[in-house]
């Protein structure tokens, strides 16, 4: 299983980028697939999901300005970002769990990073003020 991250960028603050995350060796629309960040110097944190069925979850610091979404057909899941700020500057990664077609319904099994076997390589992602 391989996780493909590719989007990342310099932008200015309120502008927008879309991150893409290509999965091979597993059919993305059966598991949940998540992105985190990693500022420097911090921990890894949640930034949005979405499950088998597509329902999605994000991190209350992104809610309205990010979107999760996921095309079966090319298995890829994007992360659409709007409305930029300074402190969303990190290295972005997408993650795959293991579980297929899970039907946990807590949020929390879904934001948090033990939930995700497979790992992609981070991109980096900067806004300047």
């Known amino acids: 299983v391989q996780l493909q991250a590719s989007g990342g960028g310099l932008v200015q603050a309120g502008g927008s980028l879309t991150l893409s995350c290509a999965v091979s060796?597993?059919?993305?629309?059966?598991?949940?697939t998540g992105w985190f960040r990693q500022a420097p110097g911090r921990e890894r944190e949640f930034v949005a999901a979405?499950?088998?069925?597509?329902?999605?979850y994000y991190a209350d610091s992104v809610k309205g300005r990010f979107t999760i979404s996921r095309d079966n057909a090319r298995d890829t899941v994007s992360l659409q970002m709007d409305s930029l700020k300074p402190e969303d500057t990190a290295d972005y990664f997408c993650?795959?769990?293991?579980?297929?077609?899970?039907?946990?319904?807590?949020?929390?099994?879904?934001?948090?990073?033990?939930?995700?076997?497979?790992w992609g390589q981070g991109t980096m992602v900067t806004v300047s003020s």
């Open positions: 060796g597993r059919t993305v629309a059966n598991y949940a």
């Open positions: 979405i499950r088998p069925g597509g329902r999605t």
């Open positions: 993650a795959l769990d293991a579980t297929f077609r899970s039907s946990v319904h807590d949020s929390n099994y879904y934001s948090d990073r033990r939930t995700y076997h497979y």
